[in-house]
């Protein structure tokens, strides 16, 4: 990782993006939240989806791509934990604080 403790590029604003963000483990976060923390006022912006909207999508591009075999029944039921959002969310504002955590509906 580089070293970020000073601002060398000048800018005030940096935006970062990633569609995974949300399923980081939590070594990562608390790794991610320490090198930020003396060069950054860091906010956290969590665009999620709907679970079922979510699972759903998820499914039908494995199909698509051949994937996946097995009946949605069986695959629902052990993704229903994945989903738990407040639990995700929960080590994002332990890192950051929950005032630093915007959560959007996507």
């Known amino acids: 990782m580089r070293d970020c403790s000073t601002n060398r590029a000048g800018f005030d604003r940096v935006l970062m993006s990633s569609e995974l963000i ?3 483990a939590r070594e990562k ?5 320490a090198a930020l923390a003396p060069a950054f006022d860091t906010r956290i912006c969590l665009y999620l989806r709907r679970q079922d909207n979510m ?3 998820s499914y039908n591009q494995q199909i698509k791509a051949g994937t996946q075999i097995r009946p949605l029944a069986k695959v629902l039921t052990p993704q229903l934990k994945q989903f738990d959002y407040a639990e995700r969310i929960g ?4 890192e950051f604080g929950a005032d630093r955590i915007i959560v959007r509906p996507y």
């Open 22 to 24: 949300a399923w980081a």
């Open 29 to 33: 976060i608390a790794a991610f939240a």
């Open 55 to 57: 699972m759903m999508a």
């Open 91 to 94: 080590a994002w504002e332990r």
